[in-house]
């Protein structure tokens, strides 16, 4: 039997617990993750929000650049990004985001997250920059 995932950084992630995520994989450089849309995630059309969906990603984003096995005297961060959404999407809807490394050199690195319906439909495609910088003692 697998292990079930487990993710340091999510234990204390309100914004993620308030998004509802649930951890599928999380490794060093990859992660994957979902969320069951309610309509707390809607907008003012009926439809998820730009935002919930962008939050989501971003969630994704720090759970991927961030090893779940690091030794904490480090935190990588983001320092741009950049998304498009590609389909609306209403509660009810469960989407799934998985964590790519595309590329990286020293401190900085560059990631895809692909945000899909649980049954394989494109949302939204978020690409992140990443810092890596001390983490803060204490």
């Not at 340091?8 to 999380?26: F, H, I, S, Y």
């Not at 730009?50 to 961060?77: E, K, Q, R, Y």
Request: some cysteine.
């Amino acid at each position: 039997m697998a292990d079930t995932p487990h993710h340091p950084m999510l234990a204390d992630d309100r914004v993620a617990q308030w998004l509802g995520v649930t951890l599928e994989a999380a490794e060093k450089d990859h992660a994957r993750i979902r969320m069951t849309l309610t309509e707390d995630h809607h907008n003012g059309f009926g439809m998820a929000h730009g935002g919930a969906v962008f939050a989501f990603a971003d969630s994704c984003f720090a759970l991927t650049c961030n090893d779940p096995h690091g030794d904490g005297s480090t935190i990588t961060v983001a320092s741009g990004v950049d998304v498009n959404f590609l389909a609306g999407t209403r509660a009810g809807q469960t989407l799934i985001a998985e964590g790519r490394l595309v590329a990286s050199a020293g401190r900085s690195g560059v990631y895809d997250i692909t945000v899909t319906t649980d049954d394989g439909a494109p949302v939204a495609a978020f690409r992140g920059r990443s810092r890596t910088v001390a983490a803060k003692a204490g």
